[in-house]
């Protein structure tokens, strides 16, 4: 008889103890939605801040040499300017490879810029041009 008597007390200990974590569930369902929206007050108030400045390094005026000047002219520009020229003249003269577009063909204007090679890739062509500016 002693043994029914211990079954009858742990049913009821089982039903107690299924209630409390289904209290608890709710609550940890919530807390994950609430972190997220967070995470998105943060950038918000990084684009409200002020507008990038450029570097005074890519600003300033450089010479190209006689080579370079072909292509960009013969002014002081900054080494922006000197990039979207040489860009606008590679679309120009359709000089991005068809197949692979990151590499540049070089036509008889670029060739000297491009230290006599007939294709660079687009990451080697601003190290090449940077060697003709002064």
Known sequence: MAMKKTAAKKAPAKKAAAKKPAAKKPVAKKAPAKKPAAKKAAPKKKASGAKR????????????????????????????????????????????????RRMINADDKLKPVFGGKKQVSMFEMTKLVNQHLK
């Open 53 to 100: 400045k450029p570097n005074a390094a890519f600003m300033k005026a450089m010479t190209p040499d006689g080579s370079l000047a072909a292509v960009v002219g013969d002014k002081p520009i900054p080494r922006t300017e000197v990039t979207k020229k040489i860009w606008d003249y590679i679309k120009k003269n359709k000089l991005q490879d068809g197949a692979n």
